[in-house]
């Protein structure tokens, strides 16, 4: 074997193990954080923790209780103004694939996925704080579903597209409209990886925290009203995470955790069921 | 116009009326930014960008300390996260067996799912600690130099673009895997055939596919550009540009953040509005130009 052969093929071993090295680097910090995170949290996370008001500064114990309640609320009110838009709008960008709206939407959607959360809280400050004088949970629910419905649509023409085209072709041969093709066969029959993915899209917004910061702002009391400020997990996280008592960087550790266990079993859920249907779409 | 056309008509009509609204959000986000900006746009000019005076109190605007701070902080971010993004695409595109391939991909997932707001709750308690000790190891030799000037206080750039590149890291990756997926076949074949080594065969694709990473590079630096809680946690809210890696500074979705909700005349109002307007601005730049890229790839095996 000449220099030159055994220099090629060292490269490319270094290459082979570089690219091996690579996937563990990622995997490190991921496992750090994990780790972090449920250290920290796991004693933290009492049933007071999930159920109780917090506590006036200086006094230790209290909860997130009513945070938790507001993120649900915030969440809710997302998903009530982006999933009819994102699946109406998803139905059409899948049903009239080539035309000049579908062709907006889809650009728009992979525009408005990639405008930054802060940006959409300005944008949301603006038509639903300034005008009424004063933050509140519409317009914290109003921030959080603009930045659903670009998940939406995706996951809507995506999954339109996973139903068999025999079904279309059967609907239509019976003398359906098109219009109804789609809401009575096509739509249903793509139903549970839409709803999938809409869990998908509320997880991730669940984990939202800068959008919210001056639209929902904050609250340390109980409240259901869409037209006042309304506490939030993750802002509670934010706000107790760079304070400096002890006690409340505890809390925010539990929050942490809370807020995690959510996302990781939407995910973990929603991955089980999408990998069902693609199965039961390609068998 | 028989009924069922005119249906058909209606259909087409009515979904489309109401997909409308994604572009119209789009288009009113451009506006409502620029009316809420104008009050600093005219009082400042271009010179906002430029004036490193940032002093509410005396009614002072200049953003250049918070530019300054985005980009040098996720430039760094690229600069650590690229490799690693790309090693694990070619991973997981050619190395990988197959039932090897699942966990890393389910795990840079995760990754991409875990919440800025615990990224930056794990990087006041974990990561500063760790980052203020490795400045304080730094030698006072090194230290001497712009690049590690500075007291060691653990917050700022450095923390900052590691966090960052953690985040980012997942974009990159699988935007990278699905481009070096659709290098045809033919193109590794042909290497392998002229007796290329492995890396030799993936350097081919990378280079096929070089529009498209680059494309999966950029939308990673989009992410980055916009990123706030994690960033803000971590970077030590202090508008002062440096080139130093271990000076506190401020990025412009961090003074957002901050500020926001305590901007309490319009001028102030307008001048963080102006600061989201052109966050807005170059993001919308760079994730255009990254699908352009990366849709190019896969448009030339069609």
Not at chain 1, 5 to 18: D, E, H, N, P, Q
Request: net charge positive.
């Amino acid at each position: 074997m000449n220099g030159t052969r055994l220099r090629r093929r060292l490269a490319s071993a270094a290459a082979v193990g570089f690219c091996i090295l690579s996937v563990v680097l990622a995997l490190v910090p991921l496992g750090f954080i994990l780790f972090f995170v449920l250290k920290e949290g796991l004693p933290a996370l009492t049933f007071d923790f999930l159920t109780r008001l917090p506590k006036p500064v200086g006094e230790e114990g209290g909860g997130m209780g009513n945070a938790i309640v507001g993120s649900a609320i915030l969440i809710a009110l997302a998903g009530v103004i982006a999933v009819p838009i994102g699946i109406v709008s998803g139905i059409h960008v899948a049903e009239f694939r080539a035309g000049r709206v579908a062709t907006a939407v889809r650009f728009a959607a992979d525009v408005l996925n990639g405008v930054p959360s802060i940006v959409v809280g300005i944008f949301a400050y603006s038509i639903a704080v300034m005008p009424f004088g004063r933050f509140s949970a519409l317009a914290g629910g109003v921030a959080l579903g603009i930045m659903m419905i670009p998940l939406i649509v995706r996951t809507t023409e995506e999954l339109l597209n996973l139903v068999p085209p025999s079904l279309r072709d059967g609907a239509l041969a019976l003398g359906a409209t098109r219009a109804r093709a789609v809401f009575s066969v096509i739509l249903p029959a793509a139903l549970p990886g839409i709803l999938t993915g809409v869990l998908v899209a509320l997880a991730r917004i669940a984990g939202e925290t800068a959008p919210l910061l001056f639209t929902a702002f904050n609250n340390r009391f109980w409240s259901a009203r869409l037209d006042q400020p309304i506490g939030s997990l993750t802002v509670q996280i934010y706000t107790y995470a760079i304070s400096p008592y002890d006690d409340w960087h505890r809390q925010a550790w539990a929050g942490a955790t809370v807020l995690i266990g959510a996302v990781l079993l939407f995910s973990l859920l929603a991955r089980t069921v999408i990998r069902r249907l693609e199965r039961m779409h390609h068998a | 116009m028989g009924r069922r056309a005119r249906e058909r008509g209606g259909f087409r009509l009515g979904t489309g009326a109401v997909a409308l609204l994604v572009p119209l959000l789009v288009a009113g986000i451009a506006v409502v930014l620029t009316w809420d900006s104008l009050l600093s746009v005219r009082q400042f000019g271009l010179g906002f960008w430029k004036n490193s005076t940032w002093d509410p109190v005396a009614g002072v605007f200049g953003a250049f300390p918070f530019i300054w701070g985005t980009l040098y902080s996720s430039l760094l971010a690229l600069l650590l996260s690229t490799p690693i993004a790309l090693g694990i695409a070619v991973f997981l595109s050619d190395l990988s067996p197959r039932p090897l391939r699942q966990p890393p991909v389910f795990l840079t997932e995760l990754l991409a799912a875990i919440p800025s707001i615990v990224y930056g709750l794990w990087g006041i308690f974990v990561l500063v600690p760790a980052v203020r000790r490795i400045e304080t190891l730094t030698p006072a030799w090194l230290r001497r130099f712009p690049l590690f000037e500075g007291p060691p206080v653990g917050v700022g750039l450095l923390a900052a673009g590691l966090i960052l590149s953690v985040m980012v890291v997942p974009f990159t990756a699988s935007v990278a895997r699905e481009v070096l997926k659709a290098v045809p076949a033919n193109q590794r074949e042909g290497a392998y055939a002229l007796g290329a080594t492995r890396w030799e065969a993936i350097r081919m694709a990378l280079f096929y596919g070089r529009q498209g990473i680059m494309g999966a590079v950029m939308l990673g630096l989009g992410r980055a550009l916009g990123e706030t809680m994690a960033v803000t946690m971590v970077i030590g809210n202090t508008p002062r540009a440096s080139l130093s890696l271990f000076a506190p500074q401020y990025t412009m979705a961090a003074v957002i953040a901050n500020e926001f909700s305590e901007a309490a005349d319009d001028l102030y109002l307008h001048a963080l509005v102006e600061i989201g307007l052109v966050l807005f601005v170059i993001t919308v730049a760079i994730n255009t130009l990254s699908r352009l890229l990366i849709w190019r790839v896969g448009a030339e095996r069609a």
